[in-house]
T-cell receptor, first 113, second 114 residues
Framework: AQKVTQAQTEISVVEKEDVTLDCVYE???????LFWYKQPPSGELVFLIR??????QNEISGRYSWNFQKSTSSFNFTITASQVVDSAVYFC??????????FGAGTRLAVHP | EAGVTQFPSHSVIEKGQTVTLRCDPI?????LYWYRRVMGKEIKFLLH????????ESGMPNNRFLAERTGGTYSTLKVQPAELEDSGVYFC????????????FGPGTRLTVL
């Protein structure tokens, strides 16, 4: 069975702190895709990143970085020098051969000034 | 380029009534998905269209839910009759490719059944 676990329900940090959001996945597929989405207070789901199972290179985009480790089935997301605008719910998702996404429960991040 | 749009943004109905949600995908995207998030739980897959055909409707909860995508463009999701447990946020997403491709989501429709 496919499953995504985001163990952190809520995280609260002060601006400029670094924060890591954890994501652990389960799948029997050899080819799969991992995603992170951001849901700001306005409600829409904003695509952040997509990684396929063959590419374990870490990725950095500005203050955002992602650490994909197949050995531990994890795809963690780090925000460096957090800002108030980063406050949102972040979802990790797993995609397999049938295109549907399996989402984690989400992590609510609150960044305080 | 316009993103995925959904209408209405909010809907409040009484138990037993009918509600129809609409989704307009990104132009040129053949794949259209419906998901919902109930009571702060995980976002769950409902169904997947490829053009006008239902590719996978394994997530549809019961026969009170009917999804259509006439002409392979916009899609509607009808709930008839609505029950209290149908309350939640209904998201629509679309993607371009035939294999797992990035799904772009709409803003969602918040449905409240009283």
């Amino acid at each position: 069975a496919q499953k995504v676990t985001q163990a952190q329900t809520e995280i609260s940090v002060v601006e400029k702190e670094d924060v890591t959001l954890d994501c652990v996945y389960e799948t029997r597929d050899t080819t799969y895709y991992l995603f992170w989405y951001k849901q700001p207070p306005s409600g829409e789901l904003v695509f952040l990143i997509r990684r396929n199972s063959f590419d374990e290179q870490n990725e950095i985009s500005g203050r955002y970085s992602w650490n994909f480790q197949k050995s531990t089935s994890s795809f963690n997301f780090t925000i460096t020098a957090s800002q108030v605008v980063d406050s949102a719910v972040y979802f990790c998702a797993l995609g397999g051969g049938y295109n549907k996404l399996i989402f984690g429960a989400g992590t609510r991040l609150a960044v305080h000034p | 380029e316009a993103g995925v749009t959904q209408f209405p943004s909010h809907s409040v109905i009484e138990k037993g009534q009918t509600v129809t949600l609409r989704c307009d995908p990104i132009s040129g995207h053949d794949n259209l998905y419906w998901y919902r998030r109930v009571m702060g739980k995980e976002i769950k897959f409902l169904l997947h269209f490829v053009k006008e055909s239902k590719q996978d409707e394994s997530g549809m909860p019961n026969n009170r839910f009917l999804a259509e995508r006439t002409g392979g463009t916009y899609s509607t999701l009808k709930v008839q009759p609505a029950e209290l447990e149908d309350s939640g946020v209904y998201f629509c997403a679309s993607s371009q490719g035939p294999v797992v491709d990035t799904q772009y989501f709409g803003p969602g429709t918040r449905l409240t059944v009283l």
